[in-house]
């Protein structure tokens, strides 16, 4: 085990554990996390179950442009030989705030983009089958659920061979795991992406009132960029950077700021650590 995965895992794990076996002052800076632990549940059991379900509406006459009760319009692009099938919700609805991959039709531009700011005046939320052709080949092809990714998604090259198969719930990998407060799922509580058996992706954890506890972001199982702590009420408790680098051993994570209850500025960094 490298060194720099053992610090990490004494920032995320070790330290949050040892928060809680004595009292602390809510402005300490002797541990970067305090959340709790949560029992989490695989996405794939949701998954399966929703499958269930959209076999049974199959056998239903499905209302055309429809998909997941939802009405769409359909729509192209096409770039030389190269052209996108699919189609966009007919009313906009902001996509899920807490995926990080989100697709969307630029009118402007005429192009599917990924992620940035969505104007609705100028823009469409993919919802329903996509195709990617080049040279009458299918080369990609899945379905997407208010902007996201969902269910099974593959790749092709020239031959008609395949060469990707990947599995998504509503944006989410298949693999991520999710827990919540309640048994009845209506408070959720922690996101952990899973993708090929690592952590890949937007990190989430909740407080009880649904407002965010700690968001940041996993690339190829390590911890990247800014984590963000908050405070129940919503505001800022710490920031603390990781490097960009997942497979950097020599960086070490740091505090960047950190807030009190009231919003002042309790400590920030002045020189960026060695």
């Known amino acids: 085990m490298s060194v720099r995965f053992t610090y990490i895992l004494a920032i995320l794990f070790i330290l949050p554990w040892a928060s809680r076996a004595q009292e602390r002052d809510p402005e300490s800076k002797d541990d970067f996390f305090s959340v709790d632990t ?3 549940v695989n996405l794939e059991a ?3 179950e929703e499958e269930e379900e959209d076999a049974k ?4 006459k499905r209302k055309k442009k429809v998909f997941y009760g939802i009405k769409t319009k ?7 030989e190269e052209y996108e099938l699919f189609y966009v919700l007919k009313e906009f609805e902001m996509p899920d705030p807490y995926v990080r991959d989100v ?7 005429n192009q599917i983009r990924v992620g940035g700011e969505i104007d609705p005046k100028f823009g469409a939320i993919l919802h329903g089958p996509y195709q990617k052709v080049k040279n009458d080949q299918v080369i990609e092809e899945g379905i997407f659920y208010k902007g996201t990714k969902h269910g099974r998604w593959v ?11 990947e599995k998504y719930y ?6 991520s795991m999710v827990s919540y407060y309640d048994r009845d799922r209506g408070k959720m509580k922690e996101i952990i992406p899973v993708e090929y058996g ?5 990190y989430y954890y909740f407080h009880e009132n649904g407002k965010v506890a700690v968001k940041g972001e996993y690339h190829w199982d390590a911890p990247v960029g800014e984590w963000t702590e908050y405070y129940p009420s919503g505001f800022r408790k710490k920031v603390i950077q990781y490097d960009k680098d997942p497979f950097d051993e020599v960086y070490r994570p740091y505090i960047v700021k950190e807030w009190d209850l009231r919003g002042r500025v309790v400590y920030e960094v002045r020189n960026k650590p060695q």
């Open 155 to 165: 790749s092709y090259d020239k031959e008609n061979i395949l060469t990707d198969k």
């Open 57 to 60: 509406l199959k056998e239903k």
């Open 170 to 175: 509503k944006g989410w990998p298949r693999e």
């Open 46 to 48: 949701d998954d399966e």
């Open 38 to 40: 949560p029992i989490t």
């Open 74 to 80: 359909k729509r192209f692009t096409r770039d030389g």
């Open 198 to 202: 690592e952590k890949e992706g937007n």
């Open 103 to 109: 697709y969307w039709l630029d009118y402007r531009r």
